[in-house]
């Protein structure tokens, strides 16, 4: 889900578990004033919805199932499927496109094969993608689930899912950027159950991050169910 105070969107996934094709994806816009549901957008054949992010008035929809960014143009209706891909994304190195997320100051960061990568956009254009040059952390430890971006800070928070691991080994990593393609990174918390989405909150100048632990480990039958699922407050 994402908002800009004015909308809400939402990602309606159809994915099948036992490892066939996905079924109809869909996203969802809601009026925040009234909570009604206010316009509805069929993604192409296959998609797995993972982020979306706000644009200058459009949507970009990340696809986990293919490296992709959909574009969708709320004014018009029209989807594009084809809006941004890249050789340089492998998928034969951990490939599935992670989190993705815009920066408000003209670009997109996004994970896949343990790096993350930078999109700049202008007028709904996509850019030459370059990779973030990240010191502080090994390769195994740049793999992105969960994004969230701190503007004034130039700062990304990520969640690192552990779903394949029995142990509880989510871990919640920063990014601090000098400029746009350069951080440094850092452990914020680790032992966390199935980590996945996260969001960052400034609340009376007290830091916090919700951690979504989501349970799917349960889900795939590597481990027990604990709660159905469990929100971690990390006070920064």
């Known amino acids: 889900m994402t908002s800009d105070g004015t909308v809400l969107l939402s990602i309606l996934n159809n994915a099948d578990f036992t490892g066939g094709a996905p079924g109809a994806s869909k996203l969802v816009q809601y009026s925040i004033?009234?909570?009604e549901k206010t316009g509805e957008w069929s993604l192409p054949a296959n998609t797995i919805g993972h982020t979306v992010s706000i644009v200058d008035g459009k949507y970009y929809v990340s696809d986990f199932a293919n490296p992709r960014i959909i574009e969708v143009n709320p004014s018009t209706g029209i989807v594009n499927g084809s809006w941004f891909t890249?050789?340089?994304w492998d998928?034969?190195?951990?490939?599935?496109?992670?989190?993705?997320?815009?920066?408000?100051?003209g670009g997109f960061y996004a994970y896949l094969g343990f790096k993350i990568?930078?999109?700049?956009?202008?007028n709904g254009q996509a850019g030459t993608m370059e990779e973030v040059n990240i010191t502080g952390l090994s390769g195994d430890q740049i793999n992105v689930d969960g994004i969230t971006w701190v503007e004034s800070q130039k700062t990304l928070y990520y969640a690192s899912n552990d779903t394949g691991n029995p142990d509880n080994v989510g871990t919640v990593y920063k990014l601090a950027f000098s400029n746009t393609l350069t951080?440094?990174?850092?452990?914020?918390?680790?032992?966390?159950?199935?980590?996945?989405g996260i969001w960052?909150?400034?609340?009376?100048?007290?830091?916090?991050?919700?951690v979504c632990e989501s349970q799917f480990?349960?889900?795939?039958?590597?481990?027990?169910?604990?709660?159905?699922f469990n929100i971690e407050i990390i006070k920064l």
């Open 217 to 228: 480990g349960g889900l795939f039958g590597i481990n027990s169910f604990d709660p159905p």
């Open 183 to 196: 951080a440094t990174g850092s452990v914020v918390a680790t032992g966390l159950d199935d980590t996945s």
């Open 200 to 210: 960052y909150l400034n609340k009376n100048d007290s830091e916090y991050l919700f």
């Open 91 to 105: 998928s034969s190195i951990d490939g599935n496109l992670g989190g993705v997320i815009y920066d408000n100051d």
């Open 86 to 88: 890249s050789s340089k």
């Open 33 to 35: 004033s009234t909570g």
């Open 117 to 122: 990568w930078y999109i700049p956009i202008n």
